[in-house]
């Protein structure tokens, strides 16, 4: 079988097209330019496809990528949102763009170095967490159709980190001692608001700091400088902590108040996606996260004309709009999708 592997210049691609190659499969290596410069990826990804032996081939497709997933990225923060870049481009240009383009090449199944496990159930692809639970990427998966997942392989889903660290010294690899990316991708220095500023040439007009009550304490500096949980950085003096609760970007004001109004039993979620079935035809029980680091919390999950409730066990702090809830049975991913808002009875 033709495999086209997804080798970013990392460690983790590296390995996954070392074992695929090793397996036996006939291995092509891609290497995505999304954006800015990223010719010394490209030329480390090019560099260990030589090492193995298989080609290797860099597609452009930062046009793809600035309209997907930067220009959406950008709408969502100016809507109030905060978004996960990172979800969106492994729907549409991961698994979206590099499966095309594989198939197109004669490539039966893609193959990326994410942390995760899939499983065929009933004539469907489950989506699975990694056996290295500390790096496993499910969270950012969830969103993938079923035609995506039957077409992809994860090579590491059942290898710990340090497994695929020894792997690559053994096979003298020139990314085997390379740090892990951590930060967006094109933000890499964290700083959004100031990438959305520069990218759109917009000034995002100060407004009013507000109290649940509707009372302002003071101006902030414009919306998208702020994310709900945020404490530091307000430049508010109340004589105690105070926290952002939320955003309305059509009075353009910050709501702000203690830490014990951020924490919500009921979540909203929207664009569900599920992997063991079509649609959710009932309440069932589940494990949640909010976020990529959280721990999975208990709940409930009830199907809306629009998606999910997701009723906790525990209140939650800080839902965003937005990020992702991911729901999971076990290790399976049952699904997730975006959170549209949060509220208590």
Known sequence: MKVAVGVSGGVDSSVAAALLKEQGYEVMGITLKLCGDNDFDCKDAACVCEKISVLHKSVDFKKEFEYAVIENFIEEYERGATPNPCIVCNKKIKF?????????????????????????????TLLLKAKDTNKDQSYVLYSLSQEQLSKSIFPLGDLKKSEI???????????????????????????????????????????????????????HNGIINYTVGQRKGLGIALGHPVFVLNKNIVSNT???????????????????????????????????????????????????????????????RAPSIGQSAVFYDGDTVIGGGIISGAYNL
Do not use: W
């Not at 979206?96 to 994410?114: P, Q, S, V, W, Y």
């Not at 690559?168 to 390379?178: F, N, R, S, V, Y």
């Open 96 to 124: 979206g763009k590099m499966l095309d383009f594989a198939k197109e090449n004669g490539c039966e199944k893609i193959a990326t170095g994410h942390y995760v496990r899939t499983v065929l159930s009933n004539g469907r």
């Open 165 to 219: 660290r020894e792997y690559a010294q053994k096979l003298d690899l020139i990314t085997a001692h390379k740090s892990d990316s951590q930060d967006i991708c094109f933000v890499p220095d964290g700083d959004y608001a100031a990438f959305i500023t520069r990218k759109t040439g917009k000034v995002y007009r100060e407004g009013d700091f507000v109290l649940q009550n509707g009372e302002v304490i003071g101006r």
């Open 254 to 316: 910050v709501t702000v108040g203690g830490e014990e109004n951020l924490f919500y039993k009921y979540v909203n979620v929207e664009n569900v996606n599920y992997f063991p079935f079509e649609k959710l035809n009932g309440d069932i029980k589940a494990a949640v996260k909010l976020r990529y680091r959280q721990t999975e919390q208990p709940a409930v999950l009830h199907p809306t004309d629009s998606g999910v409730t997701v009723e906790f066990n525990d209140m939650q």
